[in-house]
């Protein structure tokens, strides 16, 4: 036998001996609540996919072994603020992963900055990464290219993403409709949720007292002062998201409920050139001479200023 080739066998032979069996970190992602509520749809999909890789890689020959599984449900790669994927980071750095594993690249970045970033990071601490949809091999400058250039895509992929619903969002307000968030007392969603609101009879009756109340006291404080000495209590829960409401109505709760134009069925709306208006789908709860009014009066108390020098009698 050639020596030469008998060295060369052997050394083949070594280097497999000694390759390096993987302790492997699985990352699992999705971007919307609505995938994260699921327990058995998208994101527990990416985890079986990715145990199925690690099983059949392994009847081939010694890949590696899960040793953590990390997952983000509903939240966004815009970024790197992600609960399980710092701890993810945390245990590279701590040298306990030798392998991170996802489904596609987009579940572990879709920011072209941060993946640059995370390239480093990993190639520091000796950890590589895998992706089983695109089968990157980044062991080369080709693989690396076109990793850097699937990372710029998914970032693209993101931007239109935002993009669309942004636009979507827009339109959406310009017809005079509820795109989500915090309802304001006296409404609540409308059964079919296609972007209608619905008044709700006992609660109207509570606006339009506040409304009554100020025109009548004059100014906020007394106001909550009558409010609060005759017990009028407001609902805590408040529909569609938000920190449930104090018992009594405090100052900065009746300025929003006498302020909003919701209360007229007017919609409200930001766009890049400022603040537009449009009718609203939802009807009216407050009487629009009385609304504005209350408006008229809240602009002179806002415009008062006291004069008198012990504006702030306090020690400190």
């Known amino acids: ?24 970190a699985i990352y699992t992602r999705v971007s919307t609540e609505e995938q994260a509520e699921n327990p058995e749809g ?39 603020k992600r609960p399980a994927f710092q701890k993810m980071l945390r245990a590279i750095e701590n040298h306990e992963i030798d392998l ?15 993946f640059e970033l995370l390239q480093e990071f990993l190639k520091e601490h000796d950890c590589k990464f895998m992706s089983i ?36 969002f827009l339109v959406r307000a310009k017809r005079g409709l509820y795109n989500g968030g915090s309802i304001p ?11 209608t609101l619905v008044v709700i009879p006992e609660e109207a009756e509570l606006v339009n007292l506040i409304f009554k109340t100020y025109l009548k006291e004059k100014t906020l404080a007394a106001t909550c002062k009558w409010l609060t000495s005759n017990k009028v209590e407001s609902p805590k829960e408040i529909r569609g998201g938000g920190s449930p409401r104090a018992k009594f109505l405090r100052l900065e709760n009746v ?18 050139t ?18 504005n009014k209350v408006q008229k009066l809240l602009k002179e108390n806002c415009s008062c200023r006291k004069t ?3 504006k702030y009698p306090y020690l400190l």
């Open 1 to 24: 036998m050639n020596p030469r080739l008998s060295k060369k066998s052997n050394a083949q032979r070594n280097k497999l001996n000694s390759s390096k069996i993987f302790r492997i």
């Open 255 to 272: 300025y929003r409920i006498l302020s909003n134009k919701a209360y007229i069925g007017v919609r409200v709306f930001s766009t890049k």
């Open 185 to 195: 007392l006296g409404y609540k969603a409308g059964p079919d949720k296609s972007g």
């Open 42 to 80: 998208f994101i527990k999909n990416q985890e079986l996919r990715l145990k199925e890789y690690v099983n059949l890689k392994n009847l081939v020959e010694p890949f590696g072994e899960i040793t953590a599984v990390f997952s983000d449900p509903g939240v966004s790669a815009k970024d790197m």
């Open 308 to 310: 008198h020098e012990n």
């Open 100 to 114: 991170v594993l996802v489904t596609e690249l987009s579940r572990f970045s879709r920011s072209t900055k941060d």
């Open 274 to 291: 400022g603040v537009e208006e449009t009718k609203a789908v939802w009807p009216a709860i407050v009487d629009k001479d009385i609304f």
């Open 133 to 168: 949809r695109e089968n990157f091999d980044t062991s080369g400058a080709a693989g690396s290219m076109v990793l850097n250039l699937m990372a710029s895509i998914a970032e693209f992929e993101r931007k239109q993403t935002a993009e669309r619903v942004s636009n979507s």
